[in-house]
């Protein structure tokens, strides 16, 4: 699978349909088999393959960051599309393969990772999200909203504050969130202010 991005991508598949892409792939060499078992005996189902070959592909786009699922989602959005418009045909492939949530709309409407405008989409910067209560308030947030809480503390010039909000959630040295906010300032247009701010967190 991990090949099979590599390739697809440089093919210029993008979005859903590079990770619905890598199904094929994976599908052939399960299917040279009568049947394909654990090491206890268990069968291995067609749906439980597919989920396999997701969460393998969704690692591949997102290389060395492995934190939360909305977190991975923003992150390989802002790899696949940047911060363009896209439709929300698309948005919602992508959101469903990468959240196992059967209602993308639900997952954009909790978790403000997106801003919907009619049948387009597009993620959501810092000033989407600044004014989202409880953005990144304590240590279960997804780190996505921690990050963001962090950045806005630092555009803010509150600074006593955000080393008080590294130190009480156990950022300052969460290896996920500074690889997560490594992994954004590669992706982000340069230029931005959420690259600015990231680059300056760093």
């Known amino acids: 699978v991990k090949d099979s991005v590599k390739r697809f991508w440089d093919l210029g598949f993008r979005g859903a349909d590079l990770i619905v892409a890598c199904y094929g792939p994976a599908v052939g060499i399960f299917g040279k088999y009568e049947r394909v078992e654990r090491a206890d005996g268990t069968i291995v189902t067609i749906p439980e393959l597919l989920n396999i070959v997701r969460e393998s592909a969704l690692k591949a786009i997102a290389g060395e960051f ?15 599309y940047g911060i363009s418009e896209q439709s929300w045909d698309d948005a919602r492939l992508v959101i469903q393969i990468g959240t196992e949530n059967d209602d993308p709309f639900e997952v954009v409407r909790k978790s403000s990772l997106f ?83 990231i680059s300056a967190l760093l």
């Not at 492995?66 to 696949?80: I, K």
């Not at 290896?175 to 690259?195: I, M, S």
């Open 66 to 80: 492995t934190g939360d699922s909305l977190s991975r989602l923003y992150f390989v959005w802002a790899n696949l």
């Open 115 to 197: 801003v919907v405008k009619g049948q387009s989409c597009h993620l959501a910067l810092l000033r989407d999200r600044s004014d989202h209560r409880h953005l990144g308030e304590d240590a279960t947030s997804p780190l996505i909203d921690q990050l963001h809480q962090a950045m806005l503390l630092w555009k803010q010039e509150r600074r006593s504050e955000l080393v008080q909000y590294l130190k009480t959630n156990n950022i300052a040295e969460h290896e996920p969130f500074w690889k997560l906010a490594q992994a954004l300032f590669e992706v982000l247009p340069r230029g931005e202010e959420d690259w600015k701010l």
